[in-house]
């Protein structure tokens, strides 16, 4: 909301990242790969993802979202209806472009190819000063189409494009009424069928007017995953169970069929990452195992963030990784964080554990890895907040989301994670063994180069005084100093993707140590490590890491 335009970029671990000169202001995770971002008007934008999801944000929240099952080439923006605000055009694999309203998604025209589309752009490909919508097939067909240009049309559109919206909601409304009206109808036909009678003697499929479903979470250790509990208030039983939601699924949902229905059902989730997730749940529920008609329930649940740890009352050992930081704070906030970020604390109360110093002592464990974790707030300088894990990124991610519930925009701590910065060590060496392979190679394809040149000049001098003997000798050489450099050349870029490889780490080990602070500080340890970088500093890179300075500052 400053007036100035930010930096969008789409990465391969799913996030949508938003830059603010060199400092990330948000990040947004998606549920997969993100392949474009494309403006599209105001402080709109698109993206499109790998599974075949498109979808707009505005600012930073998500206005749609549709997903196919067809993947999604290229994205572009265009106003082809000519009200003045573009819509957004997307090509898929299977032939289609479709243009969707950028408010609501809805597709206003479609079209399809009889081949994958490449490319969607506009230009003014005529040369008459009017911008034309082109789209590309890979097997090299060409369409374009042109945007409403009468003025008579122009107005036509805009004086009925609000109108256009209000009839389209409002027949969706009507159709779901319909619906719910027609199997009310047939549920009364059948109840007044059976005499209406009432309780376990009701005809099949209706059930209670009183029926709730009670929705719950819980972390079981044995299997190592988060299980939600559906279950009735009665003896209706439930027949089935549908889920949407993001991050949990392969497809973003879940189907459930209990054999035999029963009016408890348990559903095995174990999200890969730590993402709060809103669940919309789906359930059947008869009076019976023999009920032709069922009464769906559709509730909404949220996930939180960090479900995929189980509470526990005390460790056999403490990670020996930390991070600390001041934090004002009451207990009861940190409580109240706690209770709304993980499950199965609900009752959570602060505890000392013996010592007076300390307000708050709660103990965890990862059911992926079966990790510890430790979160233990002191009244040491006014309030010190230590968290435990031998996991770095999970540290991270705790201290930005405690921060964001607290709505805190500045926070300094140090850090101490020695199995990390051992691994992070042993990337530095394989970046500087590579980077001087690196240059080895280039030298020695620098000594065939020369080499070529000297051979191609040998040979024309032999050719002009046509000695074939030199001149099939030179040429042998020649093929063979060739091929040296083709071998050459791929051991090279061999040792460039693993360079980058390695180089990726060592960003990303950055970008875990700027998550440990919040503000200034978090873009403070960015500048500086990259600093120390540059200048192959290894010692200034770790304690920059560990305490958010640089040995200058301090």
Avoid at 294 to 308: A, D, G, I, Q, R
Avoid at 345 to 374: H, I, M, T, Y
Avoid at 414 to 425: G, L, N, Q, Y
Wanted: aromatic residues 6%; negative net charge.
């Amino acid at each position: 909301d400053d007036g100035l335009p930010e930096l969008i970029c789409g990465t391969e671990d799913f996030e949508l990242r938003i830059f603010h000169h060199e400092r990330v202001i948000k990040e947004i995770t998606e549920t997969d790969v993100v392949i474009q971002v494309e403006h599209l008007h105001q402080n709109k934008f698109a993206y499109a993802l790998m599974n075949g999801t498109v979808g707009v944000y505005d600012k930073m929240s998500r206005a749609w979202r549709v997903k196919s099952k067809n993947r999604v080439n290229c994205i572009s923006c265009f106003d082809l209806d000519n009200d003045g605000v573009p819509e957004l055009i997307a090509g898929w694999e299977n032939g289609k472009v479709e243009a969707r309203n950028e408010k609501t998604g809805d597709i206003l025209s479609k079209d399809y190819f009889q081949a994958p589309i490449a490319s969607a752009l506009h230009a003014d490909y005529r040369l008459d000063g009017r911008e034309t919508l082109i789209c590309v097939t890979t097997e090299g067909e060409v369409r374009g189409w042109l945007p409403s240009s009468s003025e008579t049309g122009q107005q036509h559109v805009i004086a009925g494009k609000e109108a256009g919206d209000a009839y389209r909601d409002l027949m969706a409304k009507k159709q779901e009424l319909s619906l719910e009206l027609a199997s009310f109808q047939e549920q009364v036909k059948q109840f007044q069928a059976e005499g209406g009678k009432e309780g376990k003697e009701a005809p099949q499929g209706v059930i209670p007017t009183d029926t709730k479903l009670n929705i719950s979470l819980k972390s079981n250790m044995e299997q190592g995953t988060v299980e939600l509990h559906l279950m009735t208030s009665n003896f209706s039983v439930i027949r089935a169970v549908a889920i949407f939601a993001e991050h949990l699924f392969d497809g973003e949902a879940c189907m459930l069929h209990p054999i035999p229905p029963s009016n408890n059902v348990i559903v095995q989730i174990s999200p890969a990452k730590d993402i709060q997730t809103m669940m919309h749940v789906k359930a059947l529920a008869g009076l019976s195992t023999n009920s032709m008609q069922y009464h769906v329930f559709e509730l909404n649940y949220v996930m939180p963030k960090f479900s995929m740890y189980h509470y526990v009352d005390q460790l056999t050992k403490k990670p020996e990784g930390n991070c600390t930081f001041l934090l004002a704070e009451r207990p009861h906030r940190i409580v109240s964080w706690i209770q709304s970020s993980f499950i199965g604390v609900d009752d959570l109360v602060p505890q000392s554990r013996g010592d007076p110093k300390v307000l708050l002592d709660v103990n965890f464990k990862s059911l992926r890895s079966g990790e510890a974790l430790n979160i233990t707030l002191t009244s040491e300088e006014g309030g010190k907040l230590i968290i435990r894990t031998e996991n770095l990124d999970v540290a991270g991610e705790m201290i930005q989301d405690l921060c964001a519930h607290l709505q805190i925009e500045e926070l300094e701590s140090t850090a101490s994670f020695p199995d990390e910065m051992e691994k992070f060590k042993s990337v530095l060496l394989r970046v500087d063994e590579y980077n001087a392979v690196r240059l080895k190679l280039t030298a020695e394809m620098a000594d065939s180069s020369n080499l070529v040149k000297a051979l191609i000049v040998k040979a024309e001098d032999y050719r002009m005084l046509s000695d074939m003997s030199n001149l099939k000798k030179v040429f042998s050489n020649l093929q063979l100093t060739n091929q040296d450099l083709i071998a050459e050349y791929t051991k090279r870029a061999n040792n460039h993707q693993q360079l980058l490889a390695q180089l990726k780490e060592v960003n990303m080990m950055v970008q875990k140590a700027s998550k440990l602070r919040i503000g200034t500080a978090k873009t403070r340890v960015v500048a500086s490590c990259r600093q120390a970088i540059k200048r192959n500093n290894i010692h200034e890179l770790f304690q920059i890491m560990k305490t958010g300075h640089d040995a200058s500052s301090m």
